[in-house]
């Protein structure tokens, strides 16, 4: 088996070698990352089949890192992979098939058991909190978290599921927003009669708020083209409100508390920007001079590179130049970085005014990391910025 996929890759490079220069290096570095990725998701001991491995780094004690065998970030990969399959070599896009094909293997063990057409962050045949968390296993029945909107919306985005289906979980979502039955108690003032969508599916939930969330869940929307609602109007309103007052980068940690860092809130909001045919975000659009020049500040003053990743490619979907033509991303440091894409901080749950001074405190709260998902974040940029295959 070694031996032919060794004469495969002699193959591939020879292909390479006879196309211009800068495209062949570029394409043999999309080959080599793919191929990263797919080892990461074959080697994945104490995973499920498919699942690529992540780990969880407690905030108040970075020397506590525990494997964590979520859905999330294995999604994202698919989501992202796909995204660009069309723009990669026919060999490229085999291996993609096969990291999707593999990836999604295992999602049903996330999906809600009573039939629900939701997703949770955790498998849900053996419910935890924190899968190997010691002595916190013990309330894993009784106080697990629900389903939540975001792995919901990645995973069926991710599987490609059918127009019908993704109107039918729409549907579901609007019994999920804030007034519906439950009214906000741990957000701005701005925002506390507004009907946007809560991050959780769980009824004994209390409503939360997360700007990320709200861009991931209208770009499900927009990529399958659905009759808007009052919600998504609502969750719209609070996207560009927060861009107004720039509390995505004043107050991140409040605005996205599971994400919070405003290179990561600025790379959700391009992705709204370009999914499907962006329907009713004219409002959003409109902001898009502000967001290259925030962009552009922030990238002044950013020191990691995965951060610098995700700021760069915000910078292109905002309309700006790409910056990076002429470089080769570090990609041994990219894939290390302890920059966190997510975080899950138990205290963005308590209302105003304990919920901002527990959160920075760090009591409650997990940083997420995916060597993956960060590569696949570093090829995601250089298809945006240097198209790799035509």
Not at 137 to 160: G, H, M
């Amino acid at each position: 088996m070694k031996s032919v996929q060794s004469i495969l890759f002699v193959v591939f490079c020879a292909l390479v070698v006879r196309g211009n220069t800068q495209s062949s290096t570029d394409t043999l570095w999309s080959y080599q990352i793919l191929t990263k990725i797919q080892a990461l998701q074959q080697t994945n001991i104490g995973f499920p089949p498919g699942i690529f491995p992540s780990t969880r780094v407690y905030a108040y004690n970075k020397n506590n890192s525990k494997n964590d065998p979520n859905v999330f970030f294995t999604g994202l990969i698919v989501l992202t992979l796909k995204k660009y399959e069309k723009q990669c070599t026919p060999f490229q896009q085999g291996m993609i098939h096969q990291i999707v094909k593999d990836g999604l293997l295992s999602v049903g063990l996330f999906k809600n058991r009573q039939g629900r057409d939701t997703y949770n962050f955790w498998r849900t045949d053996t419910p935890q909190i924190f899968p190997n968390a010691g002595w916190l296993n013990t309330f894993d029945k009784s106080q697990s978290l629900p389903d939540d909107f975001d792995d919901t919306v990645i995973l069926l985005w991710a599987a490609e599921i059918a127009k019908e289906r993704a109107s039918a979980i729409h549907d579901t979502m609007q019994l999920y927003a804030n007034t519906k039955v439950k009214t906000v108690k741990n957000s701005l003032a701005a925002f506390k009669n507004l009907p946007a969508y809560s991050t959780w599916f769980g009824k004994k939930m209390p409503i939360d708020f997360d700007m990320a969330v709200l861009c991931n869940v209208l770009s499900f929307v927009n990529a399958y083209d659905l009759q808007w609602t009052a919600s998504d109007s609502a969750s719209l309103q609070l996207i560009t409100t927060a861009i107004q007052n720039n509390w995505h980068v004043t107050k991140a940690d409040f605005i996205a508390p599971h994400y919070a860092k405003p290179a990561v809130i600025m790379y959700h909001i391009a992705r709204l920007l370009h999914a499907g045919k962006q329907q009713n975000i004219s409002e959003l659009r409109a902001l898009t001079p502000a967001l290259l020049q925030t962009t552009d500040s922030l990238l002044a003053i950013s020191i990691d590179p995965l951060e610098k990743v995700l700021l760069s490619s915000a910078r292109v979907q905002f309309g700006g130049i790409s910056n990076i033509t002429s470089q080769t991303p570090d990609q041994a440091a990219i894939e290390q970085s302890k920059y966190p894409f997510f975080i899950a901080n138990m205290a963005s749950m308590l209302p105003n005014p304990v919920k901002r001074p527990l959160s920075k405190i760090g009591v409650a709260k997990f940083e997420y990391r995916c060597p993956a998902y960060n590569l696949a974040l570093i090829w995601e940029n250089k298809h945006l910025c240097v198209p790799l295959h035509k």
